[in-house]
């Protein structure tokens, strides 16, 4: 279940950023009294998670039951030591700029993150994202201990405290480090094989050299490789913590080093998309469907009338003000897959989410279509590279006692709360629907109908009936 950290990340993702105007994530800009609720809420969600997932005690955890477990934990320790340090900046930014440092470092978030982040790589010494962050705040920690003595002591005893405390962090930002180096594949002698290519891991390489070496070219050879193929949000990101370096002067020379090829900063947040679109629908019925109960006959008719009703609704959210930002929808043959085609024909950009690894889910979702239709999704998947949500259909320990709910559920949330946080001034649920055929399960495109109707979305429902008759004479 590698992606939950992501899609939580992304719905409470930082909302402060130094210097600069905040935005919710639903897009809009806020007050502090909002963010603040927001940060509240986002860290209750996330204990509830890390509550849910102590060592069981009614059985012996499988090593994947504990791996997934220890991950997860992991980042929801990690969310609470990026809202700590949400919290932190807003502590410090807003000082004038010869009390920054002095701000910064007497805020008790920094040390409430940095534990945060010490706490997530403890339940998982394979998550670097954790460990990175740690070793960032503790860097900047440390060298603003160092720059302003007196400031640091006022928190202990006496002096010697402060310096034996001091020390103490040194050692242990020390190993972290070194720890990295392994993790990361730093060492040439200790890798992995079959190590898929990851942006985050290679920013994460280049966050290291940043917080370690006193070469500024080489540290802006790391990012300019790592962000070679990186898009404008995610080379964003990575700017912003490199710039709170900048704003406390910590490590100057490697954060102008870094920042010089990172290209033109974005004049504030970032814009508001006008429109994502969400889209679900039914897959072609699987062979030997009762024909009462069928909703998408494997027929080319009925597949050409399916793509001119998607591509109607998609011309129509176009021609609406400000267009389409970006499509969202998972990969199965029939609507999904019909819409991605679609929404590429129309130069909208769509994001791919599947709710198990591609293989498993061209099992479930797609060998039903014929050799079409696994060749369209193949591609599909090599042109858009694809969010997973689960390693297999079995859900995680915390919510196997929900009523009505499995891995199609979750899936559907998933993706709405994936469209959510886009924070977009408007959105549309795009639905290939029979109303008169029953589900099939609890998270079929009704669900997701009825979920984002709540949610606010606009609901395009296509009537699937039509699919029905088209061919007959």
């Known amino acids: 279940m590698r992606d939950f950290a992501s899609s939580i990340r992304s719905i409470f993702r930082p909302i402060t950023v130094s210097g600069r105007s905040t935005r919710s994530w639903r897009g809009s800009a806020v007050g502090p009294g909002a963010k603040l609720d927001y940060l509240t809420r986002s860290e209750q969600a996330i204990q509830r998670v890390l509550d849910r997932t102590m060592p069981p005690t009614d059985h012996v955890e499988t090593p994947a039951e504990a791996a997934e477990r220890r991950f997860n934990r992991a980042e929801g320790h990690s969310l609470l030591g990026s809202n700590a340090k949400t919290r932190w900046i807003d502590d410090w930014s807003a000082a004038a700029t010869d009390a920054r440092r002095t701000a910064a470092l007497r805020s008790p978030r920094l040390a409430d993150s940095i534990q945060h982040y010490l706490d997530g790589f403890a339940e998982d010494l394979d998550s670097f994202y954790p460990a990175v962050n740690a070793l960032a705040m503790l860097t900047i920690q440390i060298t603003l201990a160092k720059a302003l003595p007196d400031v640091w002591a006022e928190s202990f005893d006496d002096t010697e405290a402060a310096l034996a405390d001091l020390k103490a962090s040194e050692r242990r930002a020390g190993r972290i480090a070194a720890t990295l180096q392994l993790a990361l594949g730093n060492d040439d002698k200790v890798v992995r094989d079959g190590e898929q290519p990851n942006t985050w891991r290679d920013v994460s390489r280049a966050d290291l050299l940043f917080l370690t070496s006193d070469r500024p070219a080489q540290v802006g050879a790391a990012y300019r490789k790592a962000l070679a193929n990186a898009r404008p949000l995610e080379v964003d990101s990575v700017r912003r913590n490199v710039l709170i370096c900048r704003d406390l002067a910590v490590l100057s020379a ?19 998309p006008a429109r994502v679109i969400l889209f679900t629908g039914h897959m072609l019925d699987a062979p030997g469907r009762p024909g009462n109960e069928a909703r998408f006959p494997a027929t080319p008719e009925a597949v050409a009338e399916a793509r001119r009703l998607i591509m109607e609704a998609v011309k129509n959210e176009l021609g609406e003000a400000g267009g389409v930002a970006v499509g969202i929808a998972g990969g199965a043959c029939g609507g999904d897959i019909l819409f991605h085609e679609v929404c590429e024909t129309l130069n909208v950009p769509t994001r791919l989410f599947l709710a198990l690894p591609e293989a498993q889910f061209q099992e479930e979702s797609v060998n039903r279509g014929g050799l079409e239709w696994v ?50 001034r408007s959105l549309t649920l795009i639905a290939l629907n029979n109303r008169d055929v029953d589900p099939d399960g609890a998270g079929g495109t009704a669900h997701l109908i009825g979920v984002a109707a709540s949610k606010g979305f606009k609901i395009v429902e296509l009537d699937a009936r039509r699919l029905l008759h088209v061919g007959r004479p």
């Open 254 to 272: 490697n954060a102008d080093a870094a920042l010089r090829e990172m290209g033109p900063q974005m004049d504030g947040a970032p814009p508001t």
């Open 375 to 424: 060749t369209r999704y193949q591609q599909l998947c090599q042109s858009i590279p694809p969010r997973i949500l689960a390693d297999s259909s079995e859900l995680p320990r915390w919510l196997r006692e929900k009523k009505d709910y499995d891995i199609w559920k979750r899936n559907n949330l998933w993706m709405l709360f994936n469209a959510l946080a886009e924070g977009a």
